[in-house]
Each structure stands twice: as structure tokens, then as C-alpha cells.
């Protein structure tokens, strides 16, 4: 079985499909770049690729992309023009644009037979069936694609490059297993053209995948993980991948994996090598459309899906318990916008953080997790659109509506002088009283340095008992600085002296001392607003390079350097993270959608002071959102 990923818009499904005695499996994905996860796992457990280019719009950043992640796995790959059937299309214009952005080696190997409204069909190069009835734009192309397909072919070999000099042609059969030698090693992509719509030119497409696409076999072994390497064989010890979950509305979830070795029969067990646990499950389904087929057995190269898994999830390894087989994971883009996720009805929180929790199992690049500091749930993913269907898979199929927020930055605090505190903590209501004197010196650390608390008591002033509710009292107000309420980070708090009372000393009395005699000894000691930081990557095309750092000075970003990325170029910067809440969508409108970036932190760094007010308004007002 041949499993190959149709990279166009579309959702997501894998498609079990016979043709002229082939089996081949098609995994339709998503082409837009917010859905670049479904590409992602599609491409790991592919044998190649066809990648769709609409014959009005041409090579956009979506084909691009699908295209680089393609040739990171070194997969074969076709291209089909669509779309030829629709008025304004223009496949000579289309294919130049395939050629200059994919390559020469993209050569077609059907061309349309008559043009929009018209198109009849699609003649073969290589046959020459209809070649005769092609227009004279057309024609003049084709002239010399036969002479181009024969020397990829005989570059194959150099058997056939001496055939080919000497007799100047090559035979059929000779042309026809050494293209599929081409196609296996990258050096030729075949270029089909038509119309999924009316099927023009889609017989021709499946015939090239059978002739030119590798089987699994071809492939040859598949590597795993500490060097080792399984078969394509039924023979061999059972090992699979698993890249997608969907919820079924009648069956509930599904879990696809591909099969690369061994079989697999219904109703038995597999061993999760990631997980380390055993898994039985009941049936094997074929998926086609809304249908299941029920299958006895899979064979390497096969794609099904298992319903009512619960311990296995995207990028698991599957295996047999006596040879267990981990494969490399998923090499997942990291999320690049974030949305703070709040209900619109009270006492929905549990059925949120149980959609979340299910949309996350099914999408791996959807992410949601508490932000343990500002106690909001945070979901991110790969852009507004991305974010934006989770939100109404949230609605559709949980039945729970959610507001999406910005989120509020992680703001720290912290002090930039040395200086100290005091508190004499005396209370007497009849009876026992409390009392409790602390004095605190406040130092700040290194950025980065975290906290630490230091015992310089001496003579006995504070008992040693004493000293951890001092500790926990420093904590509890570190939880909320003296700026604007934000943690507070970076310092050192020596305890250096006191006094305490033999009968009203007691932990309560000290823990208040000292929370007292922190927030004295900070508003002394110079605090300061401390904001994070993050690098940036951008690449976009050349073109787009003013308006790019243009934009980052805007948000105070810092310029570290830039790069040729191919024929893109690469920015590398560091960037306030308030500043870049809404970024996905800012470089998305500068760029036309070519512009890809991705974020992660690196530090804390001073609010400059003109900016602090307005911080320190912004947070208010979103806590009386709240």
C-alpha cells in the first residue's frame, strides 16, 4: 500500500482508495498556514506528496510552505495544477510560476487540452495520446518536455547516460523505471494539470502516482529511534506511527496511525512504546468519507483508524511488547498567538478544561494550560483562524461558549537598591496578645538569581523556630509586590535582628512581622516593573524587510542580526512580549500571509519608566474584568 499527502485547502482524511490494482491510501490536508500542524503529521507517515497549486492564484506562501516541509523529509513529490477549468486560468503562466519558485526539475507530464470553459481532457507527454489536440501556447511548451523527461530519465544511470548519448532516445520501458528512480530521489518532479471538479486529468494523476511513486517497499527500511530500522515486511515484528485523532459523532474518537511493519489484527493489543503500556482495541476501520469499513488485518504501508483508544495520543509509537520500536516524533511548529479563555456563563469552567483538554488530544499544535501566574487559561496555536475554530468546536460540539481576551503579561517586580525594613507587630485584646519586632535588610540579586532568604540573627535575638514564619510571611507578600501587584523576583532578604516575648510570641505574630517588614524595606529599596522578553525569528520574502524591522522598532524591539534563509530572509530580535500579543495577524497583513515567525522567551528586562503608569492602568483594568 501506498500512502501519499494531498497538500491543498481541505480537511483533514484519510482516504483508502483502489486504482488498476493499486492500493493507495490519500491524506488530505489543510493548505492554510493556521492548520500547518494537520501538514505536519500528514508528511511524517506519507511516502510522498502532490502538492495542489490553484491555477488563478499560482505558487502562494501556503504551497511555499508545503513544499519546504515536503523536501525537509525528502519526499517524492508531484505537483498538480487545479482549477484549469475556471475563467482567467492560465496554465503556461501557472507552470512558469511552478518552475521559477519550485524548480526546473518540475517538468509536466500532462498538458490541458483546450483552456477555462473549455478544457476537453489533458494529453500525455510521455504516450503522446492527445498531443495533437493541444493549443499553440500549449504546443510550444510540450516541444521540449519529451527531450527533458528522457535526460532525467537517463541521468538516473549511467548506463542509460551512455545509451542515451550513443543512440540520442531512450525506449519506453527504459524512460518509464527510470523517471520512477527520478521521482523516488527528488530529481524530477512530474507536473499534472486539470480539474478535480470535472476529473479532467485526475485518471492521469492516480496512473502517474502507481507508475512513478514509490511503495513502501521502495522506500526501503524506516528509521527509528537509537539506530535501529524495521522492515517493510508482514513478516516482521509489528510497528506503527500514530499522527492524527478526530471525534467521530457516532463512534466518538478515532485514532489513525500507519502501519510500517509486521501486522495487525481486530480485536487484539499493541504495546505504546512511548506510553510503556499495553492497549487492546476492538476494530480496524478503513475510512472512506463518512464510511467505516471494518478490516480483519493491516499490513505495512496501511492507514486505519481505531476507535476508543484512551491511552494512546498523536506521535505515539506503536509496537509489538517483544520488539518494541520508538520512531522519531513530530516535529511540531511551536504556537505563535495566545488567547486568555474566559465563560460567558458562570460555572462553566470544568466543560471548558474538558473541551480544551479533548480539542488538544485531537489538534497537537493547540495548546492550553493555567498560567500559574496569572491564573488565566491561556489556549495558543498557530493564528487567529486556528484559534478561532477551536473556539467554535468549543461551541458545536461541547456546547460551551467562550470570550476570548488578550492575555495579561506576566509582569514581575523587583528592587534595584539595598535597603531595609522594619515592623513591630503588637497586638493585646485581653488575654494572650501578639507580638513580634523583625528587621529586614532587602539586596537585589542578578537577573535571573530567584530568591533567597538569610538567617544573621545572632545572640539569640529571634529563636530558630521563628525564623521559617518569617520566610513564609516574606513569601506570602513577595506573591504581590509594592508596584502593581506582580510577584516579586530577584532579591536576597537577610533577617538580621528582632525581639519576641516569651508568652505572646508565636508563628501568626511573626508571619505578619514579617510580611510588614518586607513591603517596608521594598518601598525603599528602588522597585522597579520588570516585563518579559522574547526572540523573535521572522522570515519573510526580501521584499518585505523595511516594513518588517520598521514594525519591530515600533514595538520596541532590538534588531540582532539578519540572515539569507534561501530565497527568503531571516530576522532575528528581541522583542518586549506586550508588544507582540497581536503580531500574527500584524505580519499577515505586512506581508500578504508570506511571513512566518516563531517566539520563545528569554528574559526579564526593566519597563522603561514612561511606560509603568500605563502598565500599571492596563493591568487594573483587566483584573476588574475579571
Partial sequence: MLAFAVLAVGSVAGVRLGWKGHGLFVIDTPGYADFVGDMVCALRVADAAVVVVDALTGVDVGTMRAWRFAERRNLPRAVFINKLDKENADYAKCL???RTALGARCVPVTLPIGAQADLKGVAGAMSGKGMDSLAPDVKAIADGVVEKLTEAAAETDDSLTEKYLERGALSPEEVGGALRDAVNKGSLVPVYCGSAETEAGVAELLDGICDLFPSPADRGPVAAIGGAAVEPKASAPFSAFVFKNVTDPFVGQLTYFRVYSGTLSSNSSFFNVSARKTERFGHLYFIKGKEQISVDEIGPGGIVAVPKLKLTA????????????EFEGLDLPKAVISFAVYPKKAGEEEKIAAGLHRLTQEDPTLRAARNGETKELIVSGMGDVHIAAAQQRL???????????????????????????????????????????????????????????????????IPKGFLPAIEKGVRGSMAAGVVAGFPVVDLRVRCYDGTFHDVDSSNMAFELAGSKAFKDGMAKARPILLEPIHILDVTVPAEYMGAITGDLNSRRGRILGM????????????????????????????????????????????????????????????????
Fill in 96 to 98: 512558469d510560476a511552478v
Fill in 395 to 461: 461551541r458545536n460540539k461541547f456546547n460551551v461558549e467562550v470570550d476570548l481576551r488578550l492575555p495579561i503579561v506576566p509582569y514581575k517586580e523587583t528592587v534595584k537598591a539595598s535597603a531595609e525594613g522594619h515592623e513591630r507587630h503588637k497586638k493585646q485584646t485581653g488575654g494572650r496578645g501578639q507580638y513580634a519586632e523583625v528587621y529586614l535588610k532587602i539586596e537585589p540579586l542578578p537577573r535571573g538569581g530567584g530568591f533567597e532568604f538569610v538567617d544573621d540573627i545572632v545572640g539569640g535575638a
Fill in 314 to 325: 498523536v506521535g505515539n509509537s506503536l509496537s509489538s511488547e517483544e520488539s518494541p520500536v
Fill in 563 to 626: 540572515e539569507q534563509a534561501g530565497e527568503l530572509q531571516k530576522i532575528k530580535a528581541q522583542v518586549p512580549l506586550a508588544e507582540m500579543l497581536s503580531y500574527c495577524t500584524q505580519l499577515r497583513s505586512l506581508t500578504g500571509g508570506r511571513g512566518t515567525f516563531e517566539m520563545e522567551f528569554s528574559s526579564y528586562e526593566e519597563v522603561p519608566a514612561a511606560l509603568v503608569q500605563k502598565v500599571i492602568a492596563q493591568y487594573q483594568s483587566k483584573k476588574e474584568e475579571k
